[in-house]
């Protein structure tokens, strides 16, 4: 509470109610005492900002015969020909990209101040902005991210009516987020094929971590390391809907997890360094063990067990590379945080009309 302004608030007898109900005589303040606190909330206020540009003029100079005259310089305007300020732009953004609520929702919400702004004004200033201003700064942190050695991938799909293709797709790029600086960046592209990341990353040298998709395999300068909450998830979807006495393999592999899991989220607070030491000496046993035990499994042909087995066996070498460099994680899951932020928004979007609002809102979003 002590981080908002403060207003007392007085709770006071009128002169009338001053009034001794005994002798008539009026009633002397003798102290006061806290009764409450509570929060207060003033809805936006909006007003209209009059830029009005002053000159001057010398009178000396115009005495002697001379002209000499100055025009105070005047802010350029965030877009030309149109009432939209920084402020407002900024509040459309953060209530669609943060709040969730869609351009024509926010109709309603702005006729309600009194402002007559449409879902048509809304997007337009997102793309103008975008193009104009955002762009540049995506462009510069994208520039930064291929310079750190270890960056996270995930993509997911999108839907853009003026694409003809069914499926668009956002790809999320960034940095640890344990890092002084994190970097996330929302790239839209109309393809999911190895030319994305290919490009994107094509002046990025380190580890990626990244789910089983094969575009992020054969990357020039760039080691794949696999989730391996993606590997545990496809032993859970092994697991019989009705487990029987004997403990099914699925269920043994899961076990297994959990206490990698377990002794990693212990180790979360060491030093690069110190985790990796650990790592060597506790977690390879155990992974070791597992993969010895996965090997033996009598898995039924084609099904759900068998595609776990080979899921994990086939990404292997780039699960351990973990066990070279204390700064990675065992999972994807920060990749998965970012794109479940635009999952969100997405239930509420539905979709892009066009093609320059998607690639906007990656912008905007990576701003953000």
């Not at 700064?327 to 009309?353: A, D």
Request: with cysteine; glycine share 4%; proline share 4%.
């Amino acid at each position: 509470l002590n981080d908002f302004p403060t207003r007392e608030v007085n709770c006071e007898l009128t002169e009338e109610e001053r009034h001794c109900q005994q002798c008539g005589t009026t009633m002397s303040d003798m102290g006061i005492k806290k009764a409450r606190e509570e929060i207060a909330f003033h809805q936006a206020r909006i007003e209209t900002l009059k830029y009005v540009q002053h000159s001057y003029c010398c009178k000396a100079c115009e005495r002697v015969g001379d002209t000499s005259l100055k025009k105070a310089p005047v802010p350029k305007p965030l877009l030309s020909n149109s009432l939209a300020s920084p402020s407002l732009v900024a509040e459309t953004m953060f209530l669609k990209f943060i709040q969730k609520v869609p351009a024509y929702r926010q109709e309603k919400y702005w006729q309600q101040l009194r402002l007559d702004i449409s879902r048509d004004n809304i997007t337009n200033w997102h793309i103008r902005v975008g193009q104009d201003f955002l762009s540049i700064l995506v462009e510069r942190l994208h520039q930064e991210l291929v310079k750190r050695t270890i960056a996270y991938a995930d993509e997911t799909t999108y839907r853009v009516l003026e694409s003809q293709k069914q499926n668009n797709y956002y790809w999320v790029f960034s940095t640890s987020k344990q890092e002084e600086d994190p970097i996330v960046l929302y790239h839209h592209s109309e393809s999911r094929w190895n030319d994305v990341p290919k490009n994107f990353l094509k002046n990025f040298q380190g580890y990626l971590h990244c789910d089983g998709y094969s575009v992020y395999d054969g990357l020039e300068n760039v080691l794949p390391v696999r989730c391996l909450a993606h590997v545990r998830r496809k032993f859970h979807e092994a697991l019989p809907k009705e487990l029987g006495e004997t403990i099914h393999p699925a269920a043994y592999v899961l076990n297994a997890f959990k206490e990698c899991f377990k002794k990693e989220k212990a180790w979360k607070d060491l030093l690069p360094d110190e985790r990796l030491e650990k790592r060597r000496k506790e977690l390879r046993p155990l992974l070791d063990q597992l993969y010895a035990y996965v090997e033996t499994i009598p898995a039924v042909p084609k099904s759900k067990l068998e595609k776990a087995i080979e899921y994990m066996c086939k990404h292997r070498e780039s699960v351990e590379h973990v066990f070279e460099d204390g700064r990675l994680e065992l999972t994807n899951n920060q990749s998965e945080r970012f794109v479940k932020e635009l999952v969100i928004g997405r239930k509420n979007y539905l979709f892009s009309s066009s093609l320059a609002g998607a690639q906007t809102s990656g912008y905007i979003l990576s701003v953000m």
